[in-house]
């Protein structure tokens, strides 16, 4: 049986309630219809709009459901995982290609970071990135903040610093943190390369030294930041003492 030829000699109106029964019956089927007409260019400027926000609210959506989901129980199926992940592309997606409203930006960074503070879906590293790619103004970023000063985590506190220093230009606010939150040699060489930036160059090599007597955790990358110091300086005797 040749469905085409089948299909050839249905009446118009009888093809057209084929199609609808079809598309009504499957959500699947009936994306790909409208993504077929949307290939084929025969929807208009409006349409094409409502087409796009309606695919962001399904699918940011359903992943907004399963991340909660996750945070509700600790974590879930692969499946589900995979499916969030794939509806978050999609909607980033149409975000970058310019095909959803600006104040979709917000209503993302708000319903993201409420997920987020949670911290028990296992997502929390994916949605980091996907902030990164949703907020592109200062606004976008006050807000992340709004949402991470909720949270005594010291790496959120780190977050924090890296949107004042690198995101919204504010040196000011960045060094009032910084010098609050110096606890691992990560932390001091953050702050001496900040140091060093300024052209504060002898206080950078301070607080890089005070990293090393009194920074926790790993201290590798602060020893070598010291020993080019020393060297840049012609100090060979107090690079070897190091």
Request: some cysteine; aromatic content about 12%; proline content about 1%.
């Amino acid at each position: 049986m040749n469905i085409r030829t089948i299909l050839k000699r249905i009446p118009h109106d009888d093809l057209l309630e084929l199609i609808m029964r079809l598309i009504q019956s499957n959500k699947k089927a009936q994306e790909k219809a409208l993504n077929f007409l949307e290939n084929k260019g025969y929807l208009n400027d409006e349409e094409l709009a409502q087409k796009h926000y309606n695919e962001y609210r399904e699918k940011f959506a359903e992943a907004i459901d399963i991340i909660s989901e996750f945070n509700m129980y600790g974590g879930g199926p692969e499946d589900d995982e995979d499916r969030a992940y794939e509806n978050m592309e999609q909607v980033l997606s149409l975000l970058e290609e310019g095909k959803l409203p600006d104040e979709c930006r917000e209503e993302m960074i708000h319903e993201l970071m409420e997920q987020y503070l949670e911290g028990n879906s296992g997502f929390d590293d994916a949605i980091w990135d996907w902030i990164e790619r949703i907020a592109c103004e200062e606004a976008h970023w006050r807000l992340v903040l709004s949402y991470l000063k909720q949270s005594n985590s010291k790496y959120d506190q780190s977050l924090m610093l890296d949107i004042y220093r690198h995101k919204l230009g504010d040196e000011e606010t960045y060094e009032q943190m910084r010098i609050q939150q110096l606890t691992y040699g990560s932390d001091y060489l953050d702050y001496a390369q900040f140091l060093e930036q300024k052209g504060e160059k002898k206080k950078a090599l301070e607080i890089a030294e005070k990293g090393l007597r009194e920074g926790e955790g790993f201290l590798g990358a602060l020893y070598e930041y010291v020993f080019e110091q020393y060297e840049q300086m012609g100090e060979k005797e107090k690079r070897c003492n190091y």
